[in-house]
């Protein structure tokens, strides 16, 4: 893995794969089920979402903040640089928890990791959630609603981050910005397509 500043977020530096990285070698070594190293990429919900904390520090600000499903971390690392009073990154994947782990140490800021998933039981005692590119998959999208709305009900904010996955909850959002940032996949020097931050509004 190369540590290296994210497209379009300068401020924050990944470990992030290349092509002599060896996740298929590692993946196929590992019985317990090494998964999809998305924590190994920055997608484009939580660059942007990390993109409009940084912009807006006022929106984090003192606050506790909850980075759900982290992944590399990096919106939980916005938050922190952005100011956030007590940044927590919630993430079930044993590699992931180690890569944002790397990754909070790399940029310099305190994040506390729950290693665990959170979307069954009730939200935690924050103020924010930011859920960063949650919503490619039916299942996950509607667990991850679920506890959206529990937070909502809470009084707790949310911000969504998300290039328009096909399970976005898209009558209830709320646009509030919007930046031109590369997809996972995408080849080297393709045109970049806008993805979009919005905050999630209650159910009617």
């Known amino acids: 893995m190369r540590l290296a500043p ?3 977020l300068p401020e924050i530096q990944l470990y992030t794969a290349h092509p002599g990285s060896g ?10 089920g090494f998964g999809p190293p998305y924590w190994a990429y ?4 939580g660059a942007v979402l990390a993109r409009y904390l940084l912009d807006r520090p006022e ?3 003192g606050r506790r903040v909850l980075d759900l499903g982290a992944g590399s971390g990096i919106v939980a690392i916005a938050a922190a640089k952005a100011g956030a009073g007590a940044v927590t990154a919630a993430e079930i994947d044993r590699h992931a928890v180690a890569a ?3 990754n909070t140490l790399a940029n310099g800021v305190t994040v506390a990791v ?6 069954a039981g009730p939200p935690l005692a924050v103020d924010l959630v930011v859920a960063g590119d949650l919503f490619y998959e039916r299942a996950l999208a509607e667990r991850v609603t679920a506890f959206l709305d529990r937070c909502l009900a809470a009084s707790i904010e949310v911000l969504i981050g998300d290039p328009g996955r096909v399970y976005l909850p898209r009558p209830r959002l709320r646009m509030l910005a919007e930046y031109p940032v590369p997809d996972v996949g995408d080849i080297k ?10 905050s999630l509004e209650r159910a009617a």
């Open 23 to 32: 996740l298929r070698r590692l993946a196929e070594e590992d019985e317990g």
């Open 6 to 8: 994210v497209p379009s």
């Open 100 to 102: 944002l782990t790397l």
């Open 59 to 61: 929106t984090v600000a």
């Open 189 to 198: 020097n393709a045109p970049m397509k806008n993805s979009a931050v919005f």
């Open 42 to 45: 920055p997608w484009p919900g």
């Open 114 to 119: 729950v290693a665990q998933d959170l979307t």
